[in-house]
Each structure stands twice: as C-alpha cells, then as structure tokens.
C-alpha cells in the first residue's frame, strides 16, 4: 500500500511538472526536489551536488560533479568523478543538454566517469558532440587534451561497434584544453554565460577552480585546492561558492587508519581542511559556503561542523549527493532530491537518424559459429509487427 501510494504521488507530481512546463503556471517549490516537475524562473540558478565524497567512491557519495543549470536553459558539469553520471541520470535531463564539462584536473575522483558520459550518453540518446573543457599541465603530456586522446584510444573498440545501431552524431568528443596559469582568465563566453578559470594548488601543476557569472548571480567551484590568493581574490561576495572541506586530520586517521603524517599532509595541504576552509569562507563571505569532498555521516559531519565553525560564523551547507540550491538574487533554497532509482534514459530533443553501418562487425571465423534459429527469430519478428503495426523486415544476413 506504501508503494502505491509513492507511485501515485510521484504520478501526480510529474503531471503537475508537465503541466508548468507546458506554461499553465508558476511551478511550486516543494520541501524535496522531484527532478523533472519544475522548471526554472527566468533569472534563477540551480546547483545539484552530484558528486561530494572523498577520492575513494562508495554507494552513498559518488566522486566529485556538480550540475549548474541555468534559468536560459543552460546546462555546466563542473568535475566528472566515478559514479556520478549514475547520478546525473536521476535529474531525468535529456543527454543532449549535458554536452558542457568543465574538468578542474585530471584525478580519476574528477573527470573518471568521462568515459560513461561520452559512450553511456551516445547511447542514453545524446545527439550532439560532448564538449569538454580542461587544463593544461607542466608538459603536454599532462594536459586535457593528452587526457582525451588516451581516453578516446581506450574506448575505441565500443565507439567502433555501434556504427550503423544508433545515431552517432553524440559521438563526437570536443576538447578545449586552456591554460593552468590564467589568472581570472575567460575560457567560455556564450548565451550570457561567462566561465573563468583561476590556478588552483594541488598535487602538482595543472589544477584549476572555475567562476561562472550569469545575469548578476556568480557561483564558484574550487574543485580541489589548497588555500590560495587567487581563490581569495575573486571569489569575494559570490552568490554561492563550492569549495572542498577535506575529512579532518583526525578523521582520516580514525576512519582510514592513515599514519599521522599522512593523515596530516593529505588533510592539510594536499587539500583543504575544515578549519582552512572556514577561513578563506571567512575571508570571501559568501552568500552562500558549501564545503564538499568528505564522507558525509552522522558521526564524521559534527566533527567537521565544530572545526568549520572555530573560523567561519556566515552562511553554511555541508552537501551529501543529491543536495539541491536554488539561487536567485533574493533567496538560496536548500533541499533534497527524490531519487528514482528505477530511471529510464530521456528522450533525445531532435529527430534521430541512422546511417549505415561503416564498421566489419564479424570476420568469417565468428560468423561460421551463428546458429540462427530461423523460426524462433521470425516468430520474434512477427509477434513485433502485429503488436506494434510495424513491417520490420527480417535482416537478410
């Protein structure tokens, strides 16, 4: 009966979306976020956080990846880490608005789930060619693009095989690799949306953060970085900032048995610790601080509230997967989103289209094994046409 009632209610809530979005009124800002049932004001800025633990994955936090969708329908993905596009496919988005990335450096915790993006959105009906944006590195071969040549290597034999199965036209991977070492620097500018980038310290060379101003609102994305003046500088008094909070000293080495020295340097300068990043929220006052890239837990999220708070006392979100903020100049809506974990991929925005198959799927040695079943397979066919009013010829071969 609970069940029932669930569905019923979901029903009901998708057709009220349907609904708004047909322009039959304002969409009602429930207390949970039920993805595809609102749209968004015209002046309005949504940010889910589809991606906030630490750079090793588990079920209930995915790697790094926030979404900015914007109120003239534009659509960012900030970091790409593992498990998010999983994620990314609740929020019931049509694969062909998901076609901008912003990769912030080139960890697997960041950008690791590309390849489920580019392949896995070509078959979840994405028509249009992914477009990536990405540092460069010390050397070439430390670079975005370097990165993508080997991914595209990688996964050559999967974009191989479904010539001539599905429209190909996603298929296609664009890069545009900028330098590390701009300073504030503009990296996209279209439709009213302005992306800089600024140096980040992390690790090594070739980490950046990202600002992206739109229609007087400004978000800012740190990705992973220690404490710098370049964050400092231009991130002051944004609408709604996400900046990592790394797990504290004292957590990594309770929680992941890390040696204290270990523990130490990872917490405190590979990344940001809490009371670091209450420091520079502190010093940048934003509307909005959201502190990501720990575990998230009922025993751990106390522990990094009081070490926050010894330096930082404004506006605060600790985010977990699937925290939702709707920012306009008046007000910044937390919530969370109703997952649907039974999701089907949406539909592509235009007409798909099929070319020819340009590949040799089979050699004669592996064709010589079919068995074909011949009147099984035409009873399938059959069956279909009838069903479906369809006259699908059976394949000659």
Known sequence: MKRLIAVLLGLALLLSGNAFAAGKGAPPKHDVYYPGTETLGPNEMRVVALGTGQPTVRPKQASACFLVELGNGDKFLFDLGYGSVQRLSTMKIPMDHLDKVFIGHLHMDHFGDLDALWIGGLKMNRTYPLRVWGPSGATPEMGTKSAIKGLKRMLHWDAYTVSGLIDIRGQ??????????????VIYKENGVTIR??????????????ILEWNGLKFAYS??????????KYTKKADIVVHECFASPQILLEKQKYPPSLALALSVFKHTSPQQFGKVMAMTKPRLAVGYHFYNDHDTLPVMLEQVRRTYNGPLTMATDYMVFNVTKEDILVRMAAVDSEIWPSQPTRPTKRDPPKTVLFSDFIRSGQKPMSEVVKRIYDSFNERNDTNVPLPKN
């Not at 296609?172 to 620097?185: A, C, M, P, S």
């Not at 980038?197 to 990202?210: N, Q």
């Not at 990705?223 to 400092?232: C, G, I, Q, V, Y």
Request: proline content about 5%; aromatic content about 16%.
């Open 197 to 210: 980038s600024i140096p980040a310290i992390h690790v090594t060379d070739g980490s950046v953060s990202f």
């Open 172 to 185: 296609q991977l664009e890069v545009t690799e900028f330098d590390y070492k701009g300073v504030n620097k």
């Open 223 to 232: 990705s992973d970085t220690f404490p710098n003046k370049w964050w400092l």
